[in-house]
Structure formats: structure tokens, C-alpha cells
């Protein structure tokens, strides 16, 4: 602290400092500057209990301190990767990319023990060190190398998976706590059983079905993937199947939704190997050759909401109950719906994709524009018939590399890197902004009233 100061009046730091262009000394500018706003934000009170001059001070000294990593990535992000990745020989998953850049570049990222202490606080409580997670991963999604090597990275099988994936041979059977992978003849049955919450999305349920997306397309026994939801707890729901009710927005208030796991993560690894498939052999040029592609197959029983009808977007024939609906209520959240602005207008045209994600309009399966986003609308008691349908019919050999030809058609992996990297940022500002943490504060106090009255 500077003498004569108290934590309401220190000054932020310098305005941001002007980089030379050379990495070493540049490294050193900033981890400076970062230092600099450590020490400041250490003398503050937490977030929790400032004054609004001192979260202005915090504020300030956060944004200088940001400024100087994104001149510094704009200047060195390649090399910087190039350096973390033995110039690409070594491939690290995000949490291993952001752990090696904390270590080697000072500064550039949070510290374990810096995400650690943000994690023991809720969302509206933390000084949003995710963001700066967000700068550099929005940073290396930009550059066509590196973006390009990261998002291989994220498709290899994890080591999970590759660990449990003689038991599924043997067994034909996994479960994986909050996901039950199956093998019936040559379809991969994987059902989402967060029931406790709706199959809402958390950090778990997307490790646990990014594994399970693994073991489906590494057992050569499967041809076609099935998702479907398990019957949930919920009172106007028991024991009726639901497909997912999207980001579970509890978690997100507790500051349990994580950047690196599930924001950018689900992206990169289980919705991104849905679509692309599991990278085996990295080595060859040939996209069909590189990867295990298989079709996939979603059952959507009463709704899909927010995640949950994002990944209806990258399969490749979706089934629903006749009283189902689907929708993307993210501009009433307050957030980004992962790919869905990428995605749907393919599917919808603009006109309609505009009702869902500004309007929030639900689409129900007996609305006419249900056949634009579903394959099939059946009664309940004709869904495991039409399952089994669907994976007979897609079993073809034809089917995967024909698959594989249209999403290189639809969606260049040029045109994916780019939406990434700008929704890694956007997506995390979202997260943290006013508005959201308000908003999810508010619904979090409505259901605790619920819970205390019943």
C-alpha cells in the first residue's frame, strides 16, 4: 500500500504501459502491471464489502491491468502458445493451457490459488478473474494456428474415458453418476439423469457427458449415439422424462458454473465432438481420416430448454413427444446460448431464429415450425419405437461420411474458431454483468420462498 493511504482512497494503478514489441520484455511489463493490481485488490476489502469508491478502484486497476494482456496477446499470442506447447507437440486441454500459461507467463492468466479463492464465492462476489481466463482463450481462438491446434486438443478422447473404455466393451454398460451410457445392438444409449434439477446442465454433467460421447464413438461395435433425458423429481414433473432444462442457473448464482469446464468447455468438447467427432490419429491431413464420426440421435421428451436445445442443433435426427416444446430463453437469462446464434439460423431462417433468441419464443411440437428443428413428432408411448427407428435407419457406414461432408459444408471449422473466440469473451461478461447476477440472485431468493413454504 502506498504511505499515506488508506484501501477507499489507494489509486489504481498507472495507466496501462506501453509494450515494446519484444516478448521477454513484454512478459515482464506485465507481470508488473498485474502485481501492481494484486497488491491493490489485496489492500480493498473483498467485493462483497466495498464501498462503491473502492469497487471503482478495483474496477480501474482490473481493466488497466486487462488492457495490458490484450496488447500483450495481440503482439505475442502465437509465440506465447508456440512456448507453451513445445511449437505443438504437446497437447493441453484448457485447464492445463491455462495452468502452464499462469506458471510460465506471470500475469497473463489467474493463479490456481487465485481461481480457487473465486470459486469459494458466489458469482456476484468474485472480481470476475474468469475474464481474464476469457482474454487469452478469446486470444489464441484468433490466431488460425493456435485456435486450430486447441480445438484439436479438445477433441482428443479424455483420459477418462480412455480409462473406462474397455469396461464399456466388457459390460456394455457404464454409469458415470450423472449419465448412464448404454450399448443396445449397434446404438450407444446415453441418458442425462441429473434429476434433481430437471437434467439442467452443470460442471459434472458436461464431464460426464463429454465421457460418454468419448466410449460411444471409440467402440467400433456402435454406429449411431441416442441422448435422451431420464424421468426427473421435480413435483409437476415426477417421473416424467425430460430432455434438459438448460444451465443450471442455481449453480450459476453459487459462482458452480465454471469458464474453463462448462462456458467455453461444453463447447470445445462435448457439443464439438457431437459434431465433429473424437480426434484418434492427429497426424493425418485428411478431416475423415483424423476423426471417428458418428450420427446421433436426440429424444426430446416435454422440453429442451437453453443447452438442452443446443445440442439439439449439431444431431442429426431428433424425436420428440407430440406435447413437447423447445426454446432458447438466453436474452430473457441474460446470456449467450452457446452456438445457438451460430447455429440456428441454418435451420430456422433468420425470422423465426430471431423470435427465439431475442424473443424468446417456445416452439411447440404442434406449432408448424416444429419441422424446422425436429425430425419427427410422436406420442409419448411411440418414443422408444421411433428411437430405434432412427437408429436402424442411420446406421449406414454412408451415413457418418456424408455427415461429415455437410458440417464442413455448414460450418467451416474457420467460421467455428471465429464465433468461439468472440463468444468466449462476450459469454463471460454476460456472466458477470449487473443485469444476470441480478436476475439469477432474484429467481435463487424465489425458490429458496418455495422450498421454505412447502
Same mark, same amino acid.
Request: aromatic residues 4%; proline residues 5%.
Given at each position: 500500500?502506498?504511505?499515506?493511504?488508506?484501501?477507499?482512497?489507494?489509486?489504481?494503478?498507472?495507466?496501462?504501459?506501453?509494450?515494446?514489441?519484444?516478448?521477454?520484455?513484454?512478459?515482464?511489463?506485465?507481470?508488473?502491471?498485474?502485481?501492481?493490481?494484486?497488491?491493490?485488490?489485496?489492500?480493498?476489502?473483498?467485493?462483497? %464489502?466495498?464501498?462503491?469508491?473502492?469497487?471503482?478502484?478495483?474496477?480501474?486497476?482490473?481493466?488497466?491491468?486487462?488492457?495490458?494482456?490484450?496488447?500483450?496477446?495481440?503482439?505475442?499470442?502465437?509465440?506465447?502458445?508456440?512456448?507453451?506447447?513445445?511449437?505443438?507437440?504437446? =497437447?493441453?486441454?484448457?485447464?492445463?493451457?491455462?495452468?502452464?500459461?499462469?506458471?510460465?507467463?506471470?500475469?497473463?492468466?489467474?493463479?490456481?490459488?487465485?481461481?480457487?479463492?473465486?470459486?469459494?464465492?458466489?458469482?456476484?462476489?468474485? %472480481?470476475?478473474?474468469?475474464? %481474464?481466463?476469457?482474454?487469452?482463450?478469446?486470444?489464441?481462438?484468433?490466431?488460425?494456428?493456435?485456435?486450430?491446434?486447441?480445438?484439436?486438443?479438445?477433441?482428443?478422447?479424455?483420459?477418462?474415458?480412455?480409462?473406462?473404455?474397455?469396461? /464399456?466393451? =466388457?459390460?456394455?454398460?457404464?454409469?458415470?453418476?450423472?449419465?448412464?451410457?448404454?450399448?443396445?445392438?449397434?446404438?450407444?444409449?446415453?441418458?442425462?439423469?441429473?434429476?434433481?434439477?430437471?437434467?439442467?446442465?452443470?460442471?459434472?454433467?458436461?464431464?460426464?457427458?463429454?465421457?460418454?460421447?468419448?466410449?460411444?464413438?471409440?467402440?467400433?461395435?456402435?454406429?449411431?449415439?441416442?441422448?435422451?433425458?431420464?424421468?426427473?423429481?421435480?413435483?409437476?414433473?415426477?417421473?416424467?422424462?425430460?430432455?434438459?432444462?438448460?444451465?443450471?442457473?442455481?449453480?450459476?448464482?453459487?459462482?458452480?458454473?465454471?469458464?474453463?469446464?462448462?462456458?467455453?468447455?461444453?463447447?470445445?468438447?462435448?457439443?464439438?465432438?457431437?459434431?465433429?467427432?473424437?480426434?484418434?490419429?492427429?497426424?493425418?491431413?485428411?478431416? $475423415?481420416?483424423?476423426?471417428?464420426?458418428?450420427?446421433?440421435?436426440?429424444?426430446?421428451?416435454?422440453?429442451?430448454?437453453?443447452?438442452?436445445?443446443?445440442?439439439?442443433?449439431?444431431?442429426?435426427?431428433?424425436?420428440?413427444?407430440?406435447?413437447?416444446?423447445?426454446?432458447?430463453?438466453?436474452?430473457?437469462?441474460?446470456?449467450?446460448?452457446?452456438?445457438?446464434?451460430?447455429?440456428?439460423?441454418?435451420?430456422?431462417?433468420?425470422?423465426?431464429?430471431?423470435?427465439?433468441?431475442?424473443?424468446?419464443?417456445?416452439?411447440?411440437?404442434?406449432?408448424?415450425? $416444429?419441422?424446422?428443428?425436429?425430425?419427427?413428432?410422436?406420442?409419448?408411448?411411440?418414443? %422408444?419405437?421411433?428411437?430405434?427407428?432412427?437408429?436402424?435407419?442411420?446406421?449406414?457406414? $454412408?451415413?457418418?461420411?456424408?455427415?461429415?461432408?455437410?458440417?464442413?459444408?455448414?460450418?467451416?471449422?474457420?467460421?467455428?474458431?471465429?464465433?468461439?473466440?468472440? /463468444?468466449?469473451?462476450?459469454?463471460?461478461?454476460?456472466?458477470?454483468?449487473?443485469?444476470?447476477?441480478?436476475?439469477?440472485?432474484? =429467481?435463487?431468493?424465489?425458490?429458496?420462498?418455495?422450498?421454505?413454504?412447502?
Amino acid at each position: 500500500m502506498i504511505p499515506g493511504t488508506t484501501p477507499s482512497t489507494q489509486p489504481p494503478p498507472d495507466p496501462a504501459p506501453r509494450l515494446t514489441g519484444e516478448i521477454s520484455a513484454d512478459a515482464r511489463v506485465l507481470a508488473e502491471c498485474a502485481a501492481a493490481t494484486d497488491a491493490l485488490l489485496a489492500g480493498l476489502p473483498g467485493r462483497a %464489502d466495498r464501498t462503491a469508491e473502492q469497487q471503482r478502484t478495483a474496477e480501474a486497476a482490473l481493466v488497466t491491468a486487462r488492457e495490458v494482456r490484450r496488447a500483450f496477446l495481440a503482439r505475442h499470442v502465437d509465440e506465447v502458445y508456440g512456448l507453451l506447447t513445445d511449437a505443438g507437440s504437446v =497437447r493441453l486441454r484448457l485447464p492445463e493451457l491455462l495452468r502452464e500459461a499462469a506458471d510460465r507467463f506471470p500475469g497473463l492468466v489467474p493463479t490456481e490459488e487465485q481461481m480457487r479463492a473465486e470459486h469459494a464465492r458466489i458469482q456476484a462476489a468474485r %472480481d470476475g478473474r474468469e475474464v %481474464d481466463q476469457a482474454v487469452f482463450c478469446g486470444a489464441v481462438l484468433r490466431s488460425p494456428a493456435a485456435g486450430t491446434h486447441l480445438i484439436d486438443t479438445m477433441l482428443l478422447p479424455t483420459s477418462r474415458a480412455l480409462d473406462l473404455l474397455e469396461e /464399456f466393451r =466388457r459390460a456394455d454398460r457404464v454409469d458415470l453418476g450423472s449419465v448412464l451410457v448404454e450399448r443396445r445392438g449397434h446404438g450407444a444409449h446415453v441418458t442425462i439423469r441429473n434429476a434433481h434439477c430437471l437434467n439442467a446442465e452443470d460442471n459434472r454433467l458436461m464431464a460426464d457427458l463429454e465421457t460418454a460421447a468419448d466410449l460411444a464413438l471409440l467402440d467400433d461395435r456402435v454406429r449411431v449415439g441416442v441422448l435422451r433425458g431420464a424421468p426427473v423429481e421435480h413435483p409437476r414433473y415426477a417421473g416424467r422424462r425430460v430432455f434438459s432444462a438448460g444451465i443450471n442457473l442455481k449453480d450459476l448464482r453459487n459462482g458452480r458454473i465454471s469458464f474453463v469446464d462448462f462456458l467455453l468447455g461444453r463447447e470445445l468438447g462435448f457439443i464439438n465432438k457431437l459434431a465433429r467427432g473424437v480426434l484418434t490419429r492427429p497426424e493425418r491431413q485428411v478431416w $475423415a481420416e483424423r476423426t471417428v464420426q458418428k450420427p446421433w440421435v436426440g429424444a426430446v421428451d416435454t422440453f429442451a430448454i437453453g443447452g438442452g436445445m443446443q445440442i439439439l442443433l449439431v444431431l442429426d435426427r431428433v424425436i420428440a413427444e407430440t406435447d413437447a416444446y423447445v426454446s432458447l430463453p438466453a436474452a430473457e437469462e441474460g446470456i449467450v446460448p452457446g452456438l445457438g446464434n451460430l447455429r440456428l439460423t441454418r435451420r430456422t431462417g433468420a425470422t423465426l431464429a430471431r423470435q427465439i433468441l431475442l424473443g424468446g419464443r417456445r416452439v411447440r411440437m404442434t406449432d408448424p415450425e $416444429a419441422g424446422l428443428l425436429c425430425d419427427e413428432v410422436v406420442p409419448a408411448a411411440d418414443m %422408444d419405437e421411433a428411437v430405434e427407428r432412427a437408429v436402424r435407419e442411420l446406421g449406414s457406414p $454412408a451415413v457418418a461420411a456424408n455427415r461429415s461432408m455437410l458440417m464442413l459444408t455448414e460450418e467451416p471449422l474457420d467460421l467455428f474458431r471465429g464465433y468461439l473466440a468472440e /463468444f468466449a469473451e462476450v459469454q463471460v461478461a454476460r456472466a458477470y454483468s449487473d443485469d444476470v447476477m441480478a436476475k439469477v440472485e432474484r =429467481r435463487w431468493q424465489q425458490s429458496r420462498t418455495r422450498a421454505e413454504r412447502a
